[in-house]
């Protein structure tokens, strides 16, 4: 299944609050003949939107590659949310790589956080960026989980604008009957993913960078120069940056066998009115510890745009409203007949970890994918550790690439039904709370 086109229409953003509410930026002319550069990305989302400004800004001449629009998947459809850390939680970093390398990779997620509030102050990018991501725990096993957790940051990463919340204090943030406890850290934050990404791509493409739109990269031919093939061009480089996530398809077996496309789904209330106190009392952003994530936050706009619900399969489901309302309902009962503006859905790419597949493929090929809804900040990122390691600076791109990358189970091939076999086994532990 061509997932490029298995949801979606070529060139249109999907029907969602983002894509309504956003100020659009002027489309790019797709690619017509053969064209030379020194670096070429394919993706124009967080990681090669980042890429392509990074190298630009250092001199490379860039071409970047998106076969829809940029920003058109993961990168400007998801929740919003700039977190803290990696994907997978220290202490589990800890016993994978031990305490130095784990040490880094928390180094390196600050500095995404740094990043994407320094690049939407130096470019002016308008895209609500708020302080504040709580944890909210759905049992009191969970909330000693994650206050134990907290003094982990705390004690041995020095980490201080996070703090313990019982179930007082989350009900006074966050008044829902299914809360019992959890945390709150400032030092995180949430976006308009969609603007970030038309602000990273005016960045990239001022600082020098040559975006194609609706420009599917159909085969790439290795060699000491890379030739990468279009439906009406080509494009010759020294270097080639393959920044497609869940959207990869073939053009690369080793990086599709740890790296795998899922979708997830996203609603935008009505406006909420006076009623908004009724779900957040404080401009945070949620996220929730079932496995099967609830994620949820405020539109400036006093909507509530709530993330979650289950599909298992390459195709959105028919009603995607009905399915981000099911866990909605669950978490705040009092909506049952709010009306959804908007209902979308969206492909990322997980890995087996849950860590991001970061690596050199050849001596001029390199790949970056896999961030598991953990994207906002470590796929911006990426693009600046891309960036450096083409500049000879590779310390950081060396440091995540050394994080082991399973292949799943059954390759290319199986691992969508193994997954949903996964998935079921987990959903029915968050619904049995075990």
Not at 29 to 39: F, K, M, N
Not at 55 to 68: S, T, Y
Not at 329 to 335: A, D, F, S, T, V
Request: glycine share 10%; aromatic share 8%.
């Amino acid at each position: 299944m061509d997932l490029l086109y298995a949801n979606d229409s070529k060139g249109e953003y999907p029907q969602s609050w983002y894509a309504a509410t956003t100020p659009p930026l002027d489309p790019f002319a797709p690619l017509l003949g053969e064209t030379r550069a020194d670096v070429c990305i394919v993706g124009g989302g967080f990681t090669g939107l980042s890429t392509a400004l990074h190298l630009a800004e250092r001199g490379f001449d860039v071409v970047l590659l998106e076969a829809h629009r940029i920003g058109f998947g993961a990168s400007g459809r998801n929740g919003g949310q700039l977190g803290s850390g990696q994907r997978m939680e220290q202490d589990g970093l800890e016993a994978l790589m031990g305490h130095d390398d784990a040490r880094k990779l928390w180094d390196l997620a600050e500095d995404s956080k740094n990043l994407v509030k320094d690049l939407v102050t130096r470019h002016n990018i308008h895209c609500d960026l708020k302080p504040g991501i709580a944890h909210a725990c759905f049992s009191d096993r969970e909330v000693r989980h994650e206050h134990d957790y907290v003094q982990h940051l705390r004690k041995n990463y020095d980490y201080e604008p996070i703090e313990t919340l019982d179930r007082e204090q989350m009900q006074a943030l966050c008044p829902s009957p299914k809360y019992v406890g959890g945390s709150l850290d400032m030092g995180a934050g949430h976006l308009n993913p969609l603007a970030l990404a038309f602000g990273l791509g005016r960045a990239a493409r001022d600082a020098g960078a040559r975006i194609y739109e609706t420009t599917r990269v159909d085969g790439i031919e290795h060699g000491d120069k890379v030739t990468i093939h279009t439906a009406q061009g080509q494009v010759v480089a020294d270097q080639l940056v393959l920044a497609c996530n869940g959207y990869l398809g073939d053009l690369d077996s080793k990086v599709a066998k740890r790296v795998m496309p899922i979708n997830n789904f996203v609603a935008a209330t009505e406006p909420l009115g006076d009623d908004v106190k009724k779900v957040l009392t404080r401009d945070v952003a949620i996220a929730d510890s079932k496995f099967v994530i609830n994620y949820f936050r405020l539109s400036p706009d006093g909507r509530l745009l709530f993330g979650g619900g289950e599909s298992y399969g390459y195709r959105f489901p028919n009603d995607i409203e009905a399915v981000v309302r099911k866990p909605m309902i669950e978490i705040y009962p009092h909506l049952k007949d709010i009306k959804i503006d908007y209902a979308w859905g969206g492909t990322l790419a997980i890995t087996m970890k849950r860590m991001p597949y970061l690596r050199r493929l050849s001596s001029n090929v390199i790949s970056a994918s896999g961030y598991s809804g953990h994207g906002v900040g470590t796929a911006t990122h990426a693009g600046q550790l891309i960036a450096m390691a083409l500049s000879g600076e590779a310390e950081g791109f060396d440091t995540m690439a050394r994080v082991p990358a399973t292949p799943f189970p059954g390759g290319s091939a199986l691992r969508s039904p193994l997954l949903a076999l996964a998935m079921t086994w987990f959903a029915l532990r968050d619904r049995l709370g075990v």
